[in-house]
């Protein structure tokens, strides 16, 4: 099948936040300040079906798709269809804001950018589009320990961005890396939590996808029937920079995409233990964040090692097959964390999702696979478009919630939707 995507390739201009005002929480967006590539994009979704035809389809699978029957990432999503929202009215809206504080920084919208593993091989130097649109934009970004941009570059291109470590049960790598990542001037760090061992991505097999990245005749042509991708991401990345390296999982340069040594460098996830969490607290001198955590046990312990955060997850149902969905979790979760600033994501598409996670407690969403596909179809400028759109949602469903300001959102807005069987 030959590619289907009409979307040209993303400008080699490395500045187009000049072009690109910030965005502003409070002010709708008129038509004209939508580059025109992207006016017929009303939603997120729109963002993966375009991407669906620009892609190969083996990369597209390995954005896209979760483990074995796929139940963690459908449920994830059908578990915000589950729940109705109960607006008030009359309330005079006219002056509402989306303005939301994380340790310490107020974010023009309550949602950011989460990690994305090997993103650069999507979109060309995807992370730091991501890390550009993000600082435009003002809402945060995590990098990805699984990136292949050097963590020192995204920081250049956003101080204010995450750092996210996948860590080896192996205390002086982890105080390596966590040095590393302090040296870098970041000033938080994620700790993932749910990726003792990788996940049974079957798609990846059945696409052709896997890492280290073999080069079989099906891969091969697969690329060469998605010329735009094939000529925009992957050629710019080898002719500018050279073969990718997995930069970021330890604090040497990791090995290249095609290395098997990569599986090498996964050795040992599975010893990674609570005794290492309390270590890192003890070294790091930042704000502290837990990821992938779904049991209030883990909360519980969290907190009473001191962890500023938490993000409640199921790794986008990339981990664990039927593991529950984030927003079912989070009410409980939320109890355990008391003060602790409490995160989510997982199944977010639309304004009415992110309203829903807020009003059961989370203060703040993150959302990945959207922003992904985004790039790939037009870099920062991309992003910054998908940004817009669900910051759009947001201000229009505040003022059909009769919301003013975020805090104002409580759990009895959000009812369960009984069951139809």
């Known amino acids: 099948m030959s590619d289907a995507g009409s979307m040209p390739l993303p400008s080699d201009a490395r500045d187009p936040l000049a072009e690109t005002a910030p965005i502003q929480a409070s002010v709708r967006p008129v038509a004209s300040d939508v580059p025109r590539r992207f006016r017929n994009y009303l939603a997120l979704d729109d963002f993966e079906r375009a991407a669906r035809r620009h892609l190969p389809r083996m990369i597209y699978g390995y954005v896209s798709g979760a483990v074995e029957t796929g139940s963690g990432m459908r449920e994830a999503r059908q578990a915000y269809a589950d729940l109705a929202l109960v607006p008030r009215t009359l309330m005079d809206v006219a002056a509402r804001h989306q303005a939301r504080g994380l340790f310490g920084p107020s974010y023009a919208s309550p949602f950011g950018i989460a990690p994305l593993g090997g993103a650069a091989m999507v979109a060309y130097r995807a992370d730091i589009e991501l890390a550009a649109a993000a600082r435009a934009a003002q809402v945060p970004m995590i990098l990805s320990a699984s990136s292949l941009i050097k963590l020192e570059d995204v920081h250049r291109e956003n101080p204010d961005a995450w750092f996210q470590a996948y860590l080896a049960g192996h205390q002086p790598r982890i105080d390596a890396m966590v040095d590393r990542v302090a040296s870098a001037g970041f000033g938080t760090l994620v700790v993932t939590a749910d990726t003792p061992v990788p996940g049974n991505r ?220």
């Open 202 to 421: 079957e798609n990846n097999t059945r696409s052709g996808f896997s890492m280290p990245l073999r080069i079989t005749p099906k891969v091969a042509l697969d690329s060469v029937l998605h010329p735009r991708w094939l000529i925009g991401t992957v050629g710019r990345t080898f002719l500018r920079h050279g073969v990718p390296h997995f930069e970021n999982m330890d604090a040497a340069q990791g090995p290249p995409m095609f290395s098997r040594d990569f599986v090498r460098n996964m050795n040992s996830r599975d010893q990674l233990a609570w005794c290492h969490v309390e270590a890192i607290r003890r070294r790091w001198k930042g704000k502290l964040v837990v990821k992938g955590l779904l049991a209030a046990a883990d909360v519980r312990k969290a907190r009473q090692i001191g962890v500023d955060g938490v993000i409640i997850s199921n790794h986008g149902g990339r981990q664990l097959d039927y593991a529950l969905a984030p927003i079912r979790a989070l009410p409980e979760l939320r109890a355990e964390a008391q003060e602790m600033t409490v995160m989510l994501d997982g199944g977010i598409r639309r304004g009415t999702d992110v309203l829903k996670a807020l009003a059961l407690g989370a203060d703040f969403v993150f959302l990945g696979r959207p922003f992904l596909y985004a790039a790939s179809l037009g870099g920062t400028e991309g992003v910054l478009h998908a940004i817009r759109l669900l910051s759009e949602e947001i201000h229009r469903d505040m003022a059909l919630m009769g919301l003013r300001t975020l805090d104002e959102l409580t759990p009895d807005m959000v009812r369960p939707i009984p069951s139809r069987g």
